[in-house]
């Protein structure tokens, strides 16, 4: 797992779960532990989209508590867990960055998709409307291009200033060239990716 491509909140929400493990007795990290990491994080998106659904951390802490499973042998981040670091990753992909950053937001749609996890099992028991909040999270994380055009969505167009006119006089929006597909992939080129 690569902390280098998680945003600042994310890895406070594992520090958190991490915490929340260690201070329960647990040597395995859950969906559950995540949860309770993100409603730690108040300034997190996860943590505002979860408070806006009517998630309450007291009513949290009592089922995550029940949920602690001290007989598992698993230590570190469950195999279902490191799926939905690799489902948040690939939700982050979605938004076209190059070298997409994971946030909160991409984990909790994870942790969303996912209705056999401890998580989303408490937050069925608290009575929240998951679908509107799997809804809510996606409009935020945004469509990708290619579902926007199907979806009828358009990409408002952006007058350049003019300092970007007098760029595109000098150069090619690249932005733009990846966008319509007309980029080559860049294979086995990542020293200088990384350089550049």
Not at 8 to 26: F, S
Not at 141 to 150: K, M, T, V
Request: charged fraction near 30%; proline fraction near 4%.
């Amino acid at each position: 797992m690569n902390s280098n491509r998680f945003s600042d909140h994310l890895n406070e929400v594992i520090a958190c779960a991490e915490q929340a493990a260690a201070h329960y007795g647990t040597d395995y990290i859950g969906s559950e532990h995540l949860m309770f990491g993100m409603l730690a994080v108040p300034d997190c998106t996860a943590c505002r989209l979860l408070k806006e659904a009517g998630v309450n951390e007291k009513r949290y802490l009592v089922f995550f508590k029940n949920c602690i499973d001290h007989e598992s042998r698993i230590r570190g981040l469950t195999p279902r867990t490191k799926e939905l670091f690799q489902r948040a990753l690939e939700f982050s992909m979605v938004e076209g960055a190059y070298k997409p950053l994971v946030g909160t937001e991409h984990l909790l749609l994870a942790i969303l998709g996912k209705s056999e996890s401890y998580a989303m099992l408490a937050l069925d028991g608290m009575g929240i409307d998951t679908v509107a909040l799997t809804r809510r999270t996606e409009e935020l994380i945004g469509p990708a291009e290619e579902e926007s055009a199907a979806a009828g969505w358009q990409r408002a167009d952006v007058t350049p200033t003019p300092l970007g006119e007098e760029l595109l006089k000098y150069g090619i929006d690249l932005t733009d060239r990846a966008r319509e597909g007309k980029l080559d992939p860049v294979i086995g080129r990542h020293k200088e990716i990384e350089k550049v």
